[in-house]
C-alpha cells in the first residue's frame, strides 16, 4: 500500500485538518478559532539510520498561522540509549538543531531509546525500539510521462526487493539537485553612486559566480510503503517525484538522491496517521487542536502532550542523474526575460532628477540585471537621459535561485 499526499499549507485547508482531529480524537476543551488558543508543546524530530554520522535531531515548541516558523528549544540535553549500555550523547550546533558527539549507526536488531532533558529541567524519554534490518534499492529510474493533473513532466520512480520478506514497512524522501545557466549572464555589471543631486553610473566586471549554479531542495511530503499484505515483500514503480517540463530544475541538468527507511510497524502507524492529516512532516511543528500520540512521553508530567517520534530505521541511498535533452529534447526551457529599457516621464517636475533616482533604485534593489553596456551619459550638464536595458535578475544572476558552489557529488 502507498501513500504520497502533497502537504496542504493554507489556513483554510489547515483548519479542515483541526476540524478532523477534533472529530476523530475529540478534545477535552472547545477549539476557539476566534481567539487562536495555541497549547504549547514539545516537539521532538529525531530519525536515526544505520548510516554512521553524526546523527541529528531537532527540538522546537508549537507555533500558530501567524508564525512563520517552529520555535526552537534550546540549551535541552539528549542522549540515545543503545540496548541499555552505551550512551550517545547529543551536542547544540544551532538553535534547537543537535547532533550527536560521535558518529554511530544503529545495528539491526539492537535496541534503542531517547532521553531528552530541556532546560527547564522537564524530563521525556521514548519507548525501546528495535532496529530493522537494511534493504538495499533495486534502482532508481527516470521516465517522461503525463501525471493524473494532465502535466507533462519527468517521473522519479523507484523499485525495490527485500527476498527475506522482513522489511514490510518503507518511507521514503529524496534531496534534489539542479544545474541552472542564467541565459542573459554577461561580464559587465552597473553601480551607481550619488552626491547630493550629481549621480554617477559606472561598469563593473560582473562576477563569473552568477552565471552557473547548482538549485537544492529536498521533499515536503511523506511518501510511505507497506509490503505487509502482499504476496512478496516487493515494490514496483513507486513514485518519488515529478517535474513539470518548464519548471527551473530541469532546465539543463538534474539529479536525486533517493532515501530508503525501512522502518518499524509502530512508525508506519504514526506517519500514516500524521500524513493523513497534513501530508507533510511540517505537522511536527504546526499546532493541533486534537494530538498525533508517538513513541516519546513526559516523565515529568504524565499528562503533558509531547509531540513527535523516536524513528529508528535501516537507511538506503541512491542517486541518479539525467539532462534536460534525454526527455524533452523537443520542448527548449524558457525563462520570462524580457528586456525592458527605463525611459524618464518628462511630464513630471524635475524629470531628469526623478529619472536618475529611479535608476539608482532599480540597481540598488537587486531585483534586475544589466543586458547590454552601452555608452555612459556625461555627467550633467548636458543633461542626457541615460539609457540601460535590463532583464530580471535571474536570467542575468544564477545566484537569484541556487548557489555557485559544486556539489561534491556533482558529475556532468
Partial sequence: MNINLRNYNSPLKALFFMIGFITLFGCTEPFDIENDRIEDFLVINATVTDQVSNQRIVLSRTFGFEESEPIPEEGASIVIIENNLTEYPFNENSPGEYYSVQEFGVTAGNEYKLTVRTANGRSYSSQKVIAPQPTSIDRVYAKRMVNDQGTDGIGVFLDTFDPTGNSLYYRYGFEETSKFTAPNWISTDITSSAQGSDVTFAYVERPESERVCYISGRSNSINIANTSSLTEDRIQDLSINFIPVDDIRVSERYSILVKQYVQTREAQSFYRVLNDFSGSESLFSQIQPGFIRGNIVSETDT????????????????????????????????????????????????????????????????????????????????????????????????????KSEVPEFWID
Fill in 303 to 402: 499528562d503533558e502532550n509531547v509531540l513527535g517520534y523516536f524513528d529508528v530505521s535501516s537507511l538506503a541511498e541512491e542517486r541518479i542523474f539525467f539532462n534536460r535533452s534525454e526527455f524533452i529534447s523537443e520542448i527548449p526551457f524558457v525563462l520570462d526575460c524580457e528586456p525592458f529599457t527605463p525611459e524618464p516621464d518628462l511630464e513630471v517636475p524635475n524629470a531628469y532628477q526623478r529619472f536618475l533616482q529611479s535608476l539608482i533604485g532599480l540597481i540598488r534593489g537587486n531585483t534586475v540585471r544589466l543586458l547590454n553596456p552601452t555608452p555612459l551619459p556625461p555627467p550633467p550638464p548636458p543633461e542626457v537621459f541615460p539609457v540601460f536595458t535590463f532583464v530580471p535578475r535571474i536570467c542575468g544572476d544564477c545566484t537569484a535561485v541556487g
